[in-house]
């Protein structure tokens, strides 16, 4: 019941992280098109809700794996390092939000869609690793 | 405005940042100088199943500033960042990095004008 519970909380974290994550790319794009307002909206909450979202992927994560006694297999940590990655680009897209806000240009290289294109294949493969555990 | 409010951002990134590097490095010395001897010497295994996931907490803090700082301007060279990314992985590195952010959060806290 308790690894149950654990899962849950590790699942919301999650969905509240990854919406996060997709706010931020879109409105990364936004400022690099000049809307300020978006960039100001989106910067709050990304520091209010998609910070503690991330450090609670990780703390419920890292229960989950270790009550449930998951950290000998390949899948999970194929999927670390996807996880990985994906709070990588948050730090990144944070510094950009924190740029866009000082008034600086940013000029993104490969189109506005191309982060949140990136995050949804990212995030469709650590679905499948963490469903089929398939290793 | 925009640029003062920025400005103290950055100066909280690099703190951030410091603290995150300080705490990584002294992790990792836990970590290798005391409770990977207490497991293999005198067969403690609960010192490195405790200690593992808090270093591992404290890496991810660690990548996360960096890539936050380095991400939010602040002029950082190619050989800073280098130099960062590699005080992750070794021992003593956080601390090694002491310095250089010392620099940066002053260079950080001084007026527009003078940086």
């Known amino acids: 019941m308790d690894y149950l519970w654990l899962k849950a909380a590790h699942v919301v974290a999650v969905l509240i992280f990854t919406g996060g994550l997709f706010t931020q790319a879109i409105g990364v794009a936004a400022g690099a098109r000049g809307g300020t307002e978006t960039v100001d909206l989106v910067s709050r909450w990304d520091q209010r809700v998609t910070l503690p979202a991330m450090l609670a992927v990780w703390l419920t994560g890292a229960t989950v794996a270790s009550v449930g006694g998951l950290f000998s297999n390949h899948w999970l940590w194929m999927k670390l390092v996807f996880v990985f990655g994906l709070s990588g680009l948050h730090g990144v897209q944070s510094g950009r939000l924190r740029r866009l806000r000082a008034g600086e240009q940013i000029v993104l290289a490969r189109g506005p869609f191309a982060a949140s294109g990136a995050i949804a294949f990212v995030l469709a493969i650590v679905a499948l690793l963490a469903v089929t555990k398939p290793f | ?115």
Request: proline content about 3%; glycine content about 8%; aromatic content about 8%.
């Open chain 2, 1 to 115: 405005m925009a640029a003062s409010i920025t400005a103290s951002e950055d100066l909280m990134a690099i703190r951030r940042l410091r603290l995150a590097s300080f705490v990584e490095a002294s992790t990792l010395l836990v970590l290798l100088m005391i409770a990977a001897p207490l497991k293999h010497v005198l067969g403690y295994a609960i010192a490195t199943r405790i200690m593992g996931p808090v270093h591992g907490a404290a890496f991810i803090a660690y990548a996360w500033c960096v890539t936050a700082a380095v991400s939010g301007g602040g002029n950082w060279t190619r050989r800073e960042l280098v130099r960062l990314v590699l005080a992750g992985f070794v021992p003593f590195g956080g601390f090694a990095n002491a310095r250089l952010l010392r620099r940066k959060q002053a260079a950080a806290a001084a007026p527009a004008g003078a940086r």
